[in-house]
């Protein structure tokens, strides 16, 4: 009788850790399917077009397909501390990158792997569109063209481009040990 009691005790206390541990555990195993991809060169070519320069910076982004609709704050590096800005329920803008706009250029938002900013991002498929919504009221849509798993201390993808492009990143992996990068390619801009 006191052996089952202390088995039926143990499968309680099991599956309570489980439980506790849920929040933390089913992000990091859905972001832990490696995807690899090398950086791919820029061989774009700048939009050339009489149309004027459509600019603004960065204050809402949206990727309808994994509900997510973000407000988007400045986001600065510190090399002291080597740490970029981050919040628990914002998305950043890397001010070290462009602007978004109808021309060249590589905008950066980055933002934390949880529940209250990036995480369904990891459920994120190639054609899925980002809606990026700047402070003087442009909308700039945007398609998922490729996702890679990278080294956090590969930062090829800051690097500008001939066509305005935008790249997002989180944390993926079973301890956030990998970054998730996902580019976008302009599609629209109103």
Not at 71 to 91: I, R
Not at 172 to 187: I, K, P
């Amino acid at each position: 009788m006191k052996s089952r009691f202390t088995f039926i005790i143990g499968c309680l206390w099991i599956i309570a850790g489980i439980f506790l541990a849920s929040p933390v555990l089913i992000p990091a195993l859905k972001g832990s399917n490696r995807i690899s991809a090398a950086p791919q060169a820029d061989n774009s070519q700048a939009i050339v077009n009489e149309e004027p320069l459509v600019s603004g910076t960065p204050s809402r982004i949206a990727f309808p397909s994994v509900n997510i609709d973000l407000a988007v704050a400045p986001g600065y590096y510190d090399a002291k501390s080597q740490s970029w800005t981050l919040s628990n329920d914002k998305a950043h803008f890397a001010t070290i990158t462009d602007l978004p706009n109808n021309k060249t250029g590589n905008t950066f938002i980055y933002g934390h792997n949880r529940h209250q900013v990036f995480t369904r991002l990891l459920d994120a498929k190639v054609g899925d569109r980002a809606v990026l919504t700047t402070d003087n009221g442009h909308t700039f849509t945007y398609v998922l063209r490729t996702i890679a798993d990278i080294d956090p201390s590969n930062t090829s993808y800051l690097q500008t481009h001939k066509s305005p492009i935008l790249t997002v990143q989180t944390c993926s992996g079973m301890w956030y040990e990998n970054r998730r990068m996902l580019t976008f390619d302009l599609v629209e801009v109103s």
